[in-house]
């Protein structure tokens, strides 16, 4: 598992098509999610700060675990099939450790709630994970990326099931990443 932070949220400039951008805690890699304009939305509210009157859905959920006397301990990003991203919540309930199936927007909106951990298994960075080219902020997909954390090659029919990604990818606006406020 490699530990994760939320880098930003992006939208791309051909369908406006909302995506999450989480980023290597210890390394330049980064690995964008594609989550829905509502997720998205009830991310950035908690990471800019904006007070709202009512509760969104992901408080109330955050407020009903909390009163049933759990605790979300952390969310990991566990696989990646074709091109749906899954993940888990680990909810800590009488000292045990509970783990929860869940779209990754919503564990992520959960995540920035309560503060927790962020993790994504080897294995789905591997197969969607990036690096940015530090000159012209674009992404570089070269041949090291075909190998797994296995040290196994990635199939020419794996790259194929990912190649939308990658086109999605490229629509995105990378332009001021790294100019983004940390």
Request: charged share 30%; glycine share 4%; no cysteine.
């Amino acid at each position: 598992m490699v530990e994760m932070v939320i880098d930003s949220i992006r939208v791309s400039l051909m369908n406006y098509q909302r995506v999450v951008i989480l980023k290597e805690k210890i390394s330049d890699r980064y690995l964008p999610i594609w989550i829905g304009p509502n997720e998205a939305d009830a991310i950035a509210v908690k990471l800019q700060g904006v007070s709202i009157p009512r509760p969104l859905t992901h408080d109330l959920l955050t407020s009903v675990i909390e009163t049933l006397g759990a605790r979300i301990d952390s969310i990991t990003v566990t696989d990646l099939k074709n091109d749906t991203f899954y993940a888990t919540i680990a909810l800590i309930v009488d000292g045990k450790q509970i783990d929860v199936d869940s779209r990754p927007s919503d564990a992520l909106a959960l995540s920035v709630r309560v503060e927790a951990p962020i993790f994504v298994d080897e294995s789905v960075l591997d197969k969607a994970g990036i690096l940015l080219d530090k000159d012209t902020g674009k992404p570089i997909f070269d041949e090291t990326q075909r190998i797994d954390n296995k040290g196994k090659q990635v199939s020419d029919e794996e790259l194929k099931k990912l190649s939308a990604f990658s086109d999605f990818i490229d629509t995105l606006d990378w332009e001021d990443f790294d100019k983004r406020k940390s």
